[in-house]
């Protein structure tokens, strides 16, 4: 027991299980080729623009960007975000709606602070974004799985456990879904399927957290719009970033909601950091404003769709036939089934030590399962990097089954 | 009540006592002279350095300052803080002793939440930092409080409570204090107070928040080093903030604290926003090491000497003789005490109308006593405001009493 472990709250030991990160830091300086991660290609940050806009908010307008402003967000950055949302169809809103944060995990955080007591019903995905998964973990929540098949989360099962749960006069409170190029599993939900969970959420009358991190980066088939642009009661708080489309290292996320849920974060935030940093939201107000963000976007989704048919490729040479991957539509990574006795935890020491780095996807299950699928990232590492880790790792998973 | 509050958690319970705030957004946009914030003088930013700083991260590190970074912060920046802190007398410590957050809130955020369970012992000054205690009451603390005299706070005071305490058999976590520059009291503590406090907290056996938000904003006396310079034991955790010496719209603070105390912290934050902004880390990184906020300091020192007379000598001229308030040493705030029959809550609304606002005392007391005080603001406004709204208040407090 450490020297002032005594001192720490009750609140800390729901923060232990982190081996894996534990285990991923060891890669921090070696020569591992690292699948594990979600950064994107720095390539893609639009630099150039970058410099010129902070050069014009230093010139014009320091005595604002440098100073404290309101806990919401800047003025200037949410007018131009109720103008990105119109992109993705989301309308009949206002700067009263949007909510800017310091990235959007910082929204997951403070609206599952602000939705889940302990005991309350929770629906996510099977698997999940596991930092999502961690932040709601700390409210004791209970969850219920929807199993996630190629055409996205299985909605019939999830109609089957809300009426099981409604016949036992339990009232479920949210579901958090990732409806477009799902963080782990890269599927895009169908417009038919979109519809239907918005029925579900009206009929047992519950709140729709969705995270469209990647609904700017599909580049496969359709890109339906998200759930809030179907939503007519208020029920469905998106959440929207700047990090997969301009840059993670500015910290920047938002929220569209409904006002009165958007006064109730804006309260808690105010405990938090009192507000997002001011220089960043002018930066990225700018960047939507000149449209660098949208005339980026069709490079950065050809690159990671090169990237992805380069890691794809790879498996179809290197895995073995008996292990199932998907297919992303969108977004940053490849998830992998091995065969079922296999434990892809168990795997990642081996494979560090073999130079090949990957999350184990238990942690992208609320119950811990999936123990033999893992998270391949491909927007980060070179093509030459995935033509080799995939190599390596297609070797090991040989030499085991 | 509200279409979506039956959905919001508990703890949001605890976020409901914001009249002031309320009160205060009325002045928003409007002809007020507000004494209310506790925002730097924008004269003080350093902008053409910040410009010159940005445009050389963008042209040689762009890809680590736009990229995701480790979440106790970049170590570019953590290893000048290191040299930074040895500027205020700490020495002994590595990077390992230091963690960024997005402004000092947010340490005290997190710290506050990895350190206090419901129910435990925590002392504070009365008064003291108003959004420190908005988050402590959130973890629902048993608070006990040390008056605060014209040298600090009365620690015989706080000796005779902790042998009370002792004697009950009852265990103190914290101390949270603020012992340079006091908000709101403006005061200093002397040397001998300061080792005072930590042979109270070594025989008691508590930890030690040290809030050193002005620091280096110290303009009057004597500038003893923080009680973390002091500390044997490692159970001080320091916090700096950048917001009143460089900017706070870059939203950066920082943890001085034993490893295993920001290990913990590290744990945490990575739960409410991953990393704090690279980009923000490493202009302040470069601050340091160019020296540009040691060479700003003397100048906005004098600034604020300059405007603190000027607001003491318009009271000495408009405020009736029976108003006692203090003589702050540095920081940006004077602390008044109206005659005990007036409630400077009730004289808000009043002082409003008439053009001038301010944050009423009991705001920073645990136990909301000090009705009849106020904390007024002297960096933000200029010289001509601070003389024309002290007299607005001046003769609003005459016609009271």
């Given at each position: 027991m450490g020297k002032w472990e005594s001192f720490f709250s009750k609140d800390t030991q729901l923060l232990k299980s982190s081996e894996i990160r534990d285990l991923l830091k060891l890669t921090e300086g070696r020569n591992v080729i690292s699948f594990a991660g979600g950064l994107p290609d720095p390539s893609t940050f639009p630099v150039e623009d970058i410099k010129k806009i902070t050069n014009e908010i230093l010139e014009s307008k320091s005595s604002q960007a440098l100073q404290y402003t309101a806990t919401a967000g800047v003025s200037e950055l949410r007018e131009q975000l109720v103008s990105f949302s119109n992109l993705r169809g989301i309308s009949n809103i206002t700067q009263n709606n949007i909510f800017v944060s310091v990235g959007?995990?910082?929204?997951?955080?403070?609206?599952?602070?602000?939705?889940?007591?302990?005991?309350?019903?929770v629906f996510v995905e099977k698997p999940t974004y596991l930092t999502a998964l961690n932040v709601l973990r700390t409210r004791r929540p209970e969850f219920h799985g929807v199993p996630i098949s190629e055409r996205g989360p299985d909605l019939h099962e999830m109609e089957r456990q809300l009426k099981n749960l409604q016949s036992e006069g339990k009232k479920?409170?949210?579901?958090?879904?990732?409806?477009?190029?799902?963080?782990?599993?890269?599927?895009?939900?169908?417009?038919?399927?979109?519809?239907?969970?918005?029925?579900?959420?009206?009929?047992?009358?519950?709140?729709?957290?969705?995270?469209?991190?990647?609904?700017?980066?599909?580049?496969?088939?359709?890109?339906?719009?998200?759930?809030?642009?179907?939503?007519?009661?208020?029920?469905?708080?998106?959440?929207?970033?700047?990090?997969?489309?301009?840059?993670?290292?500015?910290?920047?996320?938002?929220?569209?909601?409904?006002?009165?849920?958007?006064?109730?974060?804006?309260?808690?935030k105010q405990n938090v950091d009192l507000h997002t940093p001011s220089f960043n939201q002018f930066i990225a107000a700018e960047a939507i404003r000149k449209g660098v963000i949208q005339n980026n976007l069709p490079k950065v989704k050809s690159l990671y769709k090169e990237k992805r048919n380069q890691m794809l490729s790879a498996m179809d040479v290197y895995f073995p036939s008996n292990v199932k991957r998907t297919r992303p539509v969108g977004g940053m990574f490849v998830f992998v089934w091995l065969p079922g006795n296999l434990n892809t935890t168990q795997l990642l020491q081996q494979a560090m030590m073999q130079g090949v780095a990957y999350v184990p996807g238990n942690s992208f299950y609320y119950d811990y399962s999936g123990t033999n699928t893992m998270r391949i990232n491909y927007s980060f590492p070179s093509k030459e990097e995935i033509n080799k880790g995939i190599e390596i790792l297609g070797n090991l998973i040989k030499s085991k089954i």
């Open positions: 959007s995990q910082e929204a997951l955080y403070i609206l599952f602070n602000v939705l889940v007591n302990p005991g309350d019903h479920v409170k949210l579901l958090y879904i990732i409806p477009t190029a799902q963080n782990p599993a890269g599927t895009t939900m169908y417009m038919e399927d979109r519809k239907y969970v918005m029925e579900l959420a009206s009929k047992y009358d519950f709140l729709v957290v969705e995270d469209d991190a990647y609904g700017f980066l599909v580049f496969d088939g359709d890109n339906p719009p998200p759930l809030k642009a179907l939503d007519k009661e208020g029920r469905v708080i998106y959440l929207g970033t700047f990090s997969k489309i301009l840059s993670p290292g500015l910290r920047l996320g938002w929220i569209v909601a409904d006002e009165e849920i958007i006064r109730e974060v804006e309260l808690f």
